[in-house]
């Protein structure tokens, strides 16, 4: 069974654009959950997605949203780059919400000049 | 605030030592993850301990969950150059399984 997938790797964006992040989750798995990485945070979560439906939100600005297709696929959106949204964002993926244990996808690795 | 407070941040070993890295909360969770990081991936999962005092064993590695359920520990034994890599531990509370709260990690370097 392939893992979940996320696209695309790598990215290099300026300040002031914007830019969508896609994950593919593991087949038969319907919750999607978003995390950022970075040395002096760490991992911090984002928002997670169920059906279609944001079940939670993470301490991010509106700049940073979210939607998730009907085939279980999500994206990711952030609005008007800043510096300190260079980071490695995390895909994670569980069938049910209710499952607490997250495959996590390889990650896109944001760079913001 | 860091609700999951993880120890030691880093650690260099020699081949063969044992080590011990420490995840602790004020909080009760439902269950705790461990999870090791390779540099430019994603974490992968380790193992997941739900119940109070439940301790599991994964070849050289035990893991164990405090009985309040606001601790954990990962014990390596006999750390081999293989073993070196980013630890994570989270925590996640009941029907919030995908809102995982992650511990700050464990850098760990382990030399021939």
């Known amino acids: 069974k392939a893992g979940v997938t996320q696209t695309p790797r790598y990215l290099i964006k300026t300040r002031g654009q914007q830019v969508t992040l896609s994950c593919s989750p593991i087949?038969?798995?319907?919750?999607v959950s978003w995390y950022q990485q970075t040395p002096g945070q760490g991992l911090q979560f984002l928002f997670e997605?169920?059906?279609?439906?944001?079940?939670n939100k993470g301490n991010f600005p509106g700049r940073f949203s979210g939607r998730q297709f009907s085939n279980s696929r999500s994206e990711m959106n952030v609005s008007t780059l800043e510096l300190g949204d260079s980071a490695l964002y995390l895909c994670?993926?569980?069938?049910?919400?209710?499952?607490?244990?997250?495959?996590f996808g390889p990650g896109t690795r944001l760079l913001v000049l | 605030t860091q609700l999951l407070e993880q120890s030691p941040q880093f650690l260099s070993i020699q081949e063969g030592e044992n080590l011990t890295v420490y995840c602790n909360s004020s909080?009760?969770?439902?269950?705790l993850q461990w999870y090791r990081q390779e540099p430019g991936e994603g974490p992968v999962l380790l193992v997941t301990?739900?119940?109070?005092?439940e301790v599991k064993k994964l070849k050289r590695l035990t893991f164990q969950f405090g009985d309040a359920r606001k601790d954990s520990s990962l014990h390596i034994t006999a750390a081999q150059p293989g073993d070196t890599g980013l630890y994570l531990c989270?925590?996640?509370?009941?029907?919030?399984?995908?809102?995982?709260?992650f511990g700050q990690g464990t850098e760990l370097s382990v030399k021939p």
């Open positions: 997605y169920f059906s279609e439906t944001q079940r």
């Open positions: 989270a925590g996640a509370r009941y029907n919030q399984g995908g809102k995982l709260i």
């Open positions: 087949s038969g798995h319907r919750s």
């Open positions: 301990v739900v119940t109070g005092g």
């Open positions: 994670a993926s569980n069938r049910t919400p209710q499952r607490e244990t997250q495959y």
């Open positions: 909080s009760v969770f439902s269950s």
